[in-house]
Nanobody, 122 residues
Framework: VQLQASGGGLVQAGASLRLSCAASRRTFMRYALGWFRQAPGKEREFVAGLKSSVATTVHAESVKDRFTISADLAKNTVYLQLNTLKPEDTAVYLC????????????????WGQGTLVTVSS
């Protein structure tokens, strides 16, 4: 399973970014895909997940009003739209895949892409 994340950058507070994670068609159909983030000195945090086969998305409570996960099956890409960014959103954002049952809790993600860094200045 190969995952390729992109779209990070340096932005000011209040700005928006869209992160992308490219995967194969097989990965989309077989696995749930999720976004995580890890800030310096902090534990990795589950942000959002998506399972195309059941057309279901979930978002962490801490971001659900500002972040949105979506997928473009034609492009085999999952997105994470980040709106109204805050300095505390600064982190490396990672996409991952799992075939586990608890994908919506952020558990059992086995396959990881490289991260993309989001830096939000105040």
């Amino acid at each position: 399973v190969q995952l390729q994340a992109s779209g990070g950058g340096l932005v000011q507070a209040g700005a928006s970014l869209r992160l992308s994670c490219a995967a194969s068609r097989r990965t989309f159909m077989r696995y749930a895909l999720g976004w995580f983030r890890q800030a310096p000195g902090k534990e990795r945090e589950f942000v959002a997940g998506l399972k195309s086969s059941v057309a279901t998305t979930v978002h962490a409570e801490s971001v659900k009003d500002r972040f949105t996960i979506s997928a473009d099956l034609a492009k085999n890409t999952v997105y994470l739209q980040l709106n109204t960014l805050k300095p505390e959103d600064t982190a490396v954002y990672l996409c991952a895949a799992t075939d586990g049952y608890n994908w919506d809790r952020g558990w059992d993600y086995k396959y990881w892409g490289q991260g993309t860094l989001v830096t939000v200045s105040s």
